[in-house]
T-cell receptor, first 117, second 115 residues
Framework: DADVTQTPRNRITKTGKRIMLECSQT?????MYWYRQDPGLGLRLIYY???????NKGEISDGYSVSRQAQAKFSLSLESAIPNQTALYFC????????????????FGPGTRLTVL | KNEVEQSPQNLTAQEGEFITINCSYS?????LHWLQQHPGGGIVSLFM???GKKKHGRLIATINIQEKHSSLHITASHPRDSAVYIC?????????????????FGTGTLLAVQP
Protein backbone atom coordinates (compact mmCIF):
# COMPACT_ATOMS: atom_id res chain seq x y z
CA ASP A 1 0.00 0.00 0.00
CA ALA A 2 1.31 3.46 -0.84
CA ASP A 3 2.67 4.93 2.33
CA VAL A 4 4.74 7.54 4.17
CA THR A 5 7.49 6.12 6.34
CA GLN A 6 9.85 7.75 8.80
CA THR A 7 13.12 6.57 10.29
CA PRO A 8 14.06 6.31 13.04
CA ARG A 9 10.83 6.05 15.04
CA ASN A 10 12.56 6.95 18.28
CA ARG A 11 15.89 8.63 18.93
CA ILE A 12 17.63 9.80 22.05
CA THR A 13 20.67 11.99 21.55
CA LYS A 14 22.83 14.47 23.37
CA THR A 15 23.13 18.21 23.07
CA GLY A 16 25.42 19.23 20.21
CA LYS A 17 25.03 16.06 18.17
CA ARG A 18 24.02 16.11 14.51
CA ILE A 19 20.82 14.21 13.82
CA MET A 20 19.09 13.28 10.59
CA LEU A 21 15.46 12.21 10.37
CA GLU A 22 14.42 10.56 7.15
CA CYS A 23 11.12 10.42 5.32
CA SER A 24 10.22 8.27 2.35
CA GLN A 25 6.97 8.02 0.45
CA THR A 26 5.56 5.71 -2.17
CA UNK A 27 2.54 7.87 -2.95
CA UNK A 28 4.20 9.64 -5.87
CA UNK A 29 3.35 13.03 -4.37
CA UNK A 30 5.37 16.08 -5.31
CA UNK A 31 4.87 17.98 -2.07
CA MET A 32 6.47 17.04 1.22
CA TYR A 33 6.46 18.71 4.63
CA TRP A 34 8.18 18.49 8.01
CA TYR A 35 6.25 19.40 11.17
CA ARG A 36 7.01 19.25 14.86
CA GLN A 37 4.49 18.63 17.60
CA ASP A 38 4.95 19.80 21.17
CA PRO A 39 2.60 19.17 24.10
CA GLY A 40 -0.10 21.84 24.25
CA LEU A 41 0.78 23.20 20.83
CA GLY A 42 -0.57 22.42 17.40
CA LEU A 43 1.67 20.98 14.73
CA ARG A 44 4.03 23.62 13.39
CA LEU A 45 5.62 23.67 9.96
CA ILE A 46 9.42 23.48 9.83
CA TYR A 47 10.14 23.15 6.10
CA TYR A 48 8.24 22.25 2.97
CA UNK A 49 9.19 21.20 -0.53
CA UNK A 50 6.99 21.43 -3.61
CA UNK A 51 9.44 19.46 -5.76
CA UNK A 52 13.07 18.36 -5.74
CA UNK A 53 14.34 21.85 -6.62
CA UNK A 54 11.87 23.82 -4.50
CA UNK A 55 12.53 23.94 -0.76
CA ASN A 56 11.12 26.57 1.54
CA LYS A 57 11.28 27.55 5.19
CA GLY A 58 8.20 27.19 7.34
CA GLU A 59 7.29 28.91 10.57
CA ILE A 60 10.06 27.48 12.77
CA SER A 61 13.05 26.63 10.56
CA ASP A 62 15.81 27.99 12.80
CA GLY A 63 18.15 25.19 13.89
CA TYR A 64 16.96 22.85 11.13
CA SER A 65 17.94 22.09 7.56
CA VAL A 66 16.45 19.79 4.94
CA SER A 67 17.41 17.87 1.84
CA ARG A 68 15.10 16.62 -0.91
CA GLN A 69 17.17 13.84 -2.38
CA ALA A 70 14.47 12.61 -4.74
CA GLN A 71 10.74 12.99 -5.22
CA ALA A 72 10.26 10.21 -2.69
CA LYS A 73 12.75 11.31 -0.02
CA PHE A 74 12.86 14.34 2.25
CA SER A 75 15.29 14.47 5.17
CA LEU A 76 15.35 16.80 8.15
CA SER A 77 18.65 17.56 9.90
CA LEU A 78 19.43 19.09 13.24
CA GLU A 79 23.01 20.31 12.83
CA SER A 80 23.61 20.74 16.56
CA ALA A 81 20.72 19.39 18.60
CA ILE A 82 19.51 21.28 21.68
CA PRO A 83 17.07 20.16 24.39
CA ASN A 84 14.22 22.41 23.20
CA GLN A 85 14.20 20.45 19.95
CA THR A 86 12.83 17.51 21.91
CA ALA A 87 9.51 16.85 20.18
CA LEU A 88 7.51 14.53 17.96
CA TYR A 89 8.39 15.11 14.30
CA PHE A 90 6.06 14.33 11.42
CA CYS A 91 6.64 14.13 7.71
CA UNK A 92 3.66 14.61 5.41
CA UNK A 93 2.93 14.59 1.70
CA UNK A 94 0.28 16.05 -0.54
CA UNK A 95 -0.68 15.79 -4.18
CA UNK A 96 -1.07 19.14 -5.96
CA UNK A 97 -2.85 17.39 -8.84
CA UNK A 98 -5.81 16.34 -6.69
CA UNK A 99 -9.12 17.99 -7.47
CA UNK A 100 -11.55 19.79 -5.25
CA UNK A 101 -11.28 19.51 -1.49
CA UNK A 102 -8.80 16.62 -1.83
CA UNK A 103 -6.22 19.19 -3.00
CA UNK A 104 -5.92 20.13 0.66
CA UNK A 105 -5.34 16.64 2.00
CA UNK A 106 -2.03 15.79 3.62
CA UNK A 107 -0.85 12.26 4.43
CA PHE A 108 1.24 11.85 7.54
CA GLY A 109 4.03 9.49 8.44
CA PRO A 110 4.03 7.65 11.80
CA GLY A 111 6.25 10.24 13.49
CA THR A 112 9.72 10.27 15.03
CA ARG A 113 10.01 10.87 18.75
CA LEU A 114 13.25 12.77 19.34
CA THR A 115 14.70 13.39 22.79
CA VAL A 116 17.70 15.68 23.18
CA LEU A 117 19.41 15.36 26.55
CA LYS B 1 -5.36 34.10 20.14
CA ASN B 2 -4.85 30.95 18.10
CA GLU B 3 -6.37 30.90 14.64
CA VAL B 4 -7.86 27.46 15.37
CA GLU B 5 -9.36 26.80 18.78
CA GLN B 6 -10.67 23.47 20.01
CA SER B 7 -12.79 22.61 23.00
CA PRO B 8 -12.66 20.84 25.26
CA GLN B 9 -8.94 20.21 25.63
CA ASN B 10 -9.59 17.02 27.58
CA LEU B 11 -12.68 14.83 27.62
CA THR B 12 -13.47 11.68 29.55
CA ALA B 13 -16.55 9.70 28.61
CA GLN B 14 -18.17 6.41 29.47
CA GLU B 15 -18.53 3.78 26.83
CA GLY B 16 -21.69 4.34 24.83
CA GLU B 17 -21.91 8.08 25.38
CA PHE B 18 -22.43 10.61 22.59
CA ILE B 19 -19.38 12.83 22.26
CA THR B 20 -18.98 16.27 20.72
CA ILE B 21 -15.71 18.08 20.07
CA ASN B 22 -15.84 21.65 18.84
CA CYS B 23 -13.56 23.69 16.62
CA SER B 24 -13.68 27.41 15.89
CA TYR B 25 -11.44 29.25 13.46
CA SER B 26 -10.81 32.88 12.66
CA UNK B 27 -9.36 32.78 9.13
CA UNK B 28 -10.79 32.25 5.68
CA UNK B 29 -10.52 28.61 4.73
CA UNK B 30 -10.84 26.33 1.74
CA UNK B 31 -11.36 23.19 3.83
CA LEU B 32 -11.51 21.94 7.39
CA HIS B 33 -9.88 18.70 8.52
CA TRP B 34 -10.53 16.39 11.42
CA LEU B 35 -7.56 14.20 12.24
CA GLN B 36 -7.09 11.38 14.74
CA GLN B 37 -3.86 10.68 16.58
CA HIS B 38 -3.55 7.47 18.59
CA PRO B 39 -1.04 6.83 21.35
CA GLY B 40 2.16 5.99 19.51
CA GLY B 41 1.75 9.09 17.41
CA GLY B 42 0.41 8.31 13.92
CA ILE B 43 -1.99 10.85 12.46
CA VAL B 44 -4.81 9.81 10.16
CA SER B 45 -7.35 11.92 8.37
CA LEU B 46 -10.96 11.35 9.41
CA PHE B 47 -12.75 14.02 7.40
CA MET B 48 -12.15 16.91 5.06
CA UNK B 49 -15.10 19.18 4.49
CA UNK B 50 -15.83 22.56 3.05
CA UNK B 51 -19.56 22.66 3.75
CA GLY B 52 -22.40 20.76 5.33
CA LYS B 53 -21.99 17.41 6.98
CA LYS B 54 -20.12 14.14 6.48
CA LYS B 55 -20.66 10.78 8.16
CA HIS B 56 -18.39 7.75 8.40
CA GLY B 57 -19.56 4.94 10.60
CA ARG B 58 -20.11 6.34 14.09
CA LEU B 59 -18.36 9.61 13.30
CA ILE B 60 -20.11 12.71 12.03
CA ALA B 61 -18.49 16.03 11.13
CA THR B 62 -20.37 19.25 10.50
CA ILE B 63 -19.26 22.70 9.50
CA ASN B 64 -20.96 26.09 9.59
CA ILE B 65 -18.99 28.39 7.29
CA GLN B 66 -20.86 31.55 8.34
CA GLU B 67 -20.15 30.93 12.02
CA LYS B 68 -16.62 29.55 11.37
CA HIS B 69 -17.35 26.54 13.49
CA SER B 70 -17.15 22.79 13.13
CA SER B 71 -18.12 19.88 15.34
CA LEU B 72 -17.00 16.27 15.43
CA HIS B 73 -19.51 13.87 16.92
CA ILE B 74 -18.92 10.29 17.98
CA THR B 75 -22.01 8.18 18.57
CA ALA B 76 -21.98 5.11 20.83
CA SER B 77 -18.41 5.81 21.92
CA HIS B 78 -16.04 2.91 22.52
CA PRO B 79 -12.68 2.66 24.32
CA ARG B 80 -10.97 2.23 20.95
CA ASP B 81 -12.06 5.80 20.14
CA SER B 82 -9.62 7.03 22.79
CA ALA B 83 -7.18 9.28 20.97
CA VAL B 84 -6.29 12.90 20.34
CA TYR B 85 -8.63 14.55 17.83
CA ILE B 86 -7.12 17.44 15.93
CA CYS B 87 -8.94 20.11 13.97
CA UNK B 88 -6.99 21.80 11.16
CA UNK B 89 -7.93 24.27 8.47
CA UNK B 90 -6.53 24.82 4.99
CA UNK B 91 -6.05 28.54 4.61
CA UNK B 92 -4.81 30.41 1.55
CA UNK B 93 -1.54 32.02 2.45
CA UNK B 94 1.24 34.16 1.07
CA UNK B 95 3.62 31.89 2.97
CA UNK B 96 3.38 29.51 0.08
CA UNK B 97 3.73 32.28 -2.47
CA UNK B 98 0.01 32.86 -2.39
CA UNK B 99 -0.57 29.93 -4.69
CA UNK B 100 -1.73 27.27 -2.30
CA UNK B 101 -2.99 26.51 1.16
CA UNK B 102 -1.38 26.22 4.54
CA UNK B 103 -2.59 23.84 7.22
CA UNK B 104 -3.22 25.53 10.56
CA PHE B 105 -3.68 23.10 13.42
CA GLY B 106 -5.59 23.27 16.65
CA THR B 107 -3.94 21.95 19.78
CA GLY B 108 -6.09 18.84 19.89
CA THR B 109 -8.66 17.27 22.20
CA LEU B 110 -7.56 14.32 24.28
CA LEU B 111 -10.46 11.87 24.49
CA ALA B 112 -10.51 8.96 26.91
CA VAL B 113 -13.46 6.57 26.70
CA GLN B 114 -13.73 4.35 29.74
CA PRO B 115 -15.34 0.90 29.61
Amino acid sequence: DADVTQTPRNRITKTGKRIMLECSQTKGHDRMYWYRQDPGLGLRLIYYSFDVKDINKGEISDGYSVSRQAQAKFSLSLESAIPNQTALYFCATSDPHSQGVKYNEQFFGPGTRLTVL
Amino acid sequence: KNEVEQSPQNLTAQEGEFITINCSYSVGISALHWLQQHPGGGIVSLFMLSSGKKKHGRLIATINIQEKHSSLHITASHPRDSAVYICAVSAPTALYGGATNKLIFGTGTLLAVQP
